[in-house]
């Protein structure tokens, strides 16, 4: 009886269902593109694809009136007769005359100042009429690649499985999704992903949600990684000017206001294009609006064109979105990178208010058996048909995606790859089985990545073996042994050390691992300098600021999200620590010159160790916890979205004990807030607060001091200096008792540097940080900084300088540094 029922309830939903679908063209035939095609005084709606096709889907057959609309054609509204069966219907839309209103004589007065004036007064209310709504929700996302090389920086990139042709050309990504969305402003939101289909992957899951299609542009700002000035912000007339361009009437005889966005300044986070405004209500009808990639210092990108659509509905006099699309156009060393977003916003369903416990810290929730549809769903279902180049490509990647998971088709490329040469003992070797996930790798004799300097070792490099084992990857779970080998030519010694690590899952990241062996050490365990910096600055200028130790270690570690927003890993460890002492003095220049010693509590002395031979053990627990944490749960994992609203909080407790020696053994403590405070279009404000303090640790070894980020190089190499010293020596200021540090730094984003004549040319970015240090018995030591960031040549901007200067009872010097940041590539 039951399988009865639902097989008329089957019929049912069938004989109710109905398509509208054709092709929408002008008047000399050629296909339109990007159409809206919507049921009157609904929100169910489409939009054409390049080709020009659509389909509407109509939940109840019968009579229907259906609207033709896109920007610069006249609107048209069709009355059908829908059946059970798709209905066909071809539309030939009409060029729009377009005309302009009578306005004074006084050619002074601009009208369009007068329409965006009404816009901006008028936001708040329209924009409240859509603070809280209901909705279903469909994207899809594609990229292409044209002209991409064979190689890249030595490696291979091959056919994208299966997307590019022999020129490098041709599709590399391509994933559609069905969702659920309820969303309350500003950014409260739930969304259920009903169904999801990837290109060239039959199991896998699309990452195109509806978290990132949200441009609200009754906002001041809308979001690019940087914030743009919306062309009806409250400041709107600081950054634009307007020009009415035209005027039309749409299906209702209401008055559409075509509105020309100008950029007063090229520089500055605009947008320019057009913006069409509603006549007495003032609402947004749509948008097609330019983003250069330079104005939101995005160089690789060219451009990007964002477009929305917005229907009315008479039965609750709300204009809402129904369709948005996103182009972007990218490139570097002739590589064409073309990507496109389009999104379909229907069956809306405004709510007053929504119950307390809709919306929680999970965002997005993806259904198990999403990635399960058929063709035949997706074919029903899709609200804008695919273009032959998309449905080729699906039907193309998704038959390379079978052969080439076929056992056979891996174990013959494994084959392939596995075969051993002579010369790979020195190059290196991986021996890999794709059918079983898993491999084992090599790193040669000649691993020249590895190569570096310093006056303890002179010379040296890593080779080392791995095994991996990713067989259950898909739940998150995977294995890694490898071993490292570094030998030191100046004090001929080869160090050993090897390491296991075993995830458990993608869930809470449960990770527990092993390790062990010989190694030295840097005494500031935050690496304060790496090690091409230290080669360059020894070799070239005979400054070794690499200061190391020799430690024999044995260690387990354990690291998991225990709550949301909350990880704790901790970590028992067993150390025997020695002195080392240079072993040479080789350096290409300023060879009368003498490198300092590696006892940085004693440069000039090269007898007296840093610390005596002593082992002990230690145990440290640490916890991250990120407030307001959000993530999406997906069936491959869950990820975690910070919210960057609120700050990170790091806690640890660090003990020492069962040492060859009483003194040895401490407990410490310590803290750490960060915090970045977006300021509207005025930049970023990021923070990094830090402080700690030490028990029973009056003669412990230097090695556990607290030691902090020195600078003594004038090189930078991060992104932004929240946790360094630029002018700071590097162990001038460790402490074994308490300290606190502060380092702030504000991006202007060029708030500032867009308005300045010439330096706007730059496209450049003002930073000014404000750094300080306190430990007892000190004065405490303070920076501060002012520089340009965003610097470089063409596309590539990743240079940055600081002017520096220190305080510490008074001027303690200053100095400029440049910051590298290409050099954490390199590294």
């Known amino acids: 009886m039951k399988k009865h029922f639902l097989l008329l309830l089957i019929l049912v939903s069938f004989t109710n269902y109905a398509q509208i679908k054709g092709t929408v063209s002008d008047e000399k035939g050629n296909p339109i593109p990007f159409v809206t095609v919507f049921e009157e005084d609904t929100y169910n709606g489409t939009t054409s694809n390049e080709n020009g096709n659509y389909e509407l889907n109509i939940k109840t057959a019968g009579k229907h009136s259906v609207v033709f609309q896109y920007l610069g054609f006249k609107t048209q509204k069709i009355a059908v007769q829908t059946e059970n069966k798709p209905y066909l219907l071809d539309v030939k839309m009409m060029e729009e005359s377009f005309s302009l209103k009578e306005v004074v004589i006084n050619t002074k007065i601009n009208p369009a100042i007068a329409i965006i004036k009404n816009a901006i007064a008028n936001k708040k209310e329209n924009t409240e009429k859509t603070d809280r709504y209901k909705a279903d929700f469909y994207s899809r996302g594609i990229f292409k690649l044209k002209n991409a090389p064979k190689k890249i920086f030595g490696q291979k990139i091959g056919d994208m499985n299966g997307g590019l042709d022999s020129t490098g050309t041709g599709i590399i990504s391509l994933s559609e999704t069905f969702s659920k969305i309820s969303f309350e402003k500003p950014n409260n939101l739930k969304e259920v992903v009903t169904a999801s289909k990837v290109s060239g992957r039959d199991n896998g899951y699309s990452y ?260 991996s084992n990713w067989k259950d990857n898909e739940k998150g779970k995977y294995t890694s042994i490898g071993t490292k080998l570094n030998y030191g030519f100046s004090d001929d010694r080869l160090r050993i050390t090897g390491q296991f690590i075993h995830r458990f899952n993608n869930q809470d990241y449960a990770t527990v691992s092993v390790s062990g062996g010989n190694t030295v050490r840097q005494f500031n365990n935050n690496q304060p300098i790496n090690n091409l910096t230290n080669s360059v600055s020894s070799l070239f200028f005979k400054d070794n600021y690499m200061k190391l130790y020799n430690v024999e270690f044995a260690q387990i570690g354990y690291s998991q999200d225990i709550a949301n927003g909350v990880n704790l890993n901790g970590k028992m460890e067993y150390q025997q620590r020695k002195p080392l002492f240079n072993t040479t003095d080789f350096s290409y220049f300023n060879n009368e010159d003498i490198y300092s010693s590696n006892n940085p509590l004693a440069p000039n002395d090269f007898v007296t160790p840093a610390f005596e031979k002593h082992n002990l053990m230690k145990a440290t627990l640490n916890a991250k916890i990120n407030f307001g944490n959000k993530y999406s749960s997906r069936p491959d994992g869950k990820y975690n979205i910070r919210n960057e609203k609120y700050p990170t909080l790091n806690l640890g407790y660090e003990k020492a004990f069962a040492g060859n020696e009483k003194k040895y053994e401490f407990d410490h403590i310590n803290a750490r807030l960060s915090y970045d405070v977006t300021l509207g279009n005025k930049g970023k404000l990021g923070m990094n607060l830090k402080a700690g303090k030490f028990f029973n640790a009056e003669n412990i070894s230097f090695v556990d001091y607290k030691h902090f980020n020195g600078n003594q190089t004038h090189i930078g190499q991060t992104e932004r200096y929240l946790n360094v010293f630029n002018l700071l020596p590097y162990y001038s200021n460790s402490t074994n008792e308490s300290y606190f540090e502060v380092h702030m730094e504000h991006n202007d984003e060029g708030y500032i540097m867009n308005k300045i004549p010439l330096l706007n040319k730059l496209n450049s970015t003002l930073v000014m940080g404000f750094h300080t240090l306190a430990v007892p018995n000190k004065k405490p030591y303070s920076e501060v900084t002012i520089g340009l960031d965003n610097l470089g040549f063409g596309k590539f901007k990743m240079l940055r300088v600081d002017y520096v200067r220190s305080y510490q009872n008074g001027i303690k010097g200053d100095g400029v540094v440049f910051g590298l940041k290409f050099l954490n590539i390199l590294e």
Do not use: C, H
């Open 208 to 467: 195109n949600t509806a978290r990132s299609s949200f441009y609200d542009f009754y906002d001041n700002t809308v979001n690019f990684g940087v914030n743009m000035i919306s062309p009806i912000a409250d400041n709107a007339f600081n950054y634009y000017k307007f020009k009415l361009e035209s005027t039309f009437n749409d299906e209702n005889n209401r008055t559409i206001n075509k509105i020309e966005v100008i950029a007063k300044r090229d520089s500055e986070p605009v947008f320019e294009g057009y913006i069409y405004i509603v006549d007495d209500s003032w609402a947004i009808y749509a948008v097609d609006l330019n983003i250069k990639g330079y104005r939101m210092k995005e160089e690789f990108v060219d451009v990007m064109t964002l477009k929305q659509n917005f229907i009315y509905n008479k039965n609750n006099k709300i204009w809402a979105k129904n369709t948005q699309s996103l182009d972007i156009n990218a490139g570097a060393f002739g590589i064409k990178f073309i990507g496109k977003y389009t999104y379909v916003y229907s069956n809306y369903e405004f709510i007053k208010a929504f119950p307390k416990k809709t919306f929680t810290n999970e965002i997005t929730s993806i259904e198990v058996n999403s990635n399960k549809k058929d063709t035949a769903f997706w074919n029903t279902n899709r609200p804008i048909p695919l273009t032959l180049e998309e449905s080729n490509d699906y039907i193309r990647k998704d038959s390379i995606y079978k052969v080439r998971n076929s056992k056979k088709y891996m174990d013959s490329i494994d084959q392939k790859g596995n075969k051993f040469k002579l010369l790979k003992l020195l190059t290196g070797y991986t021996y890999r089985n794709s059918s079983e996930k898993k491999s084992f790798s090599y790193e040669g004799l000649f691993n020249l990545s590895s190569l570096s300097f310093n006056t303890v070792q002179g010379y040296n490099f890593d080779s080392g073996f791995r095994y």
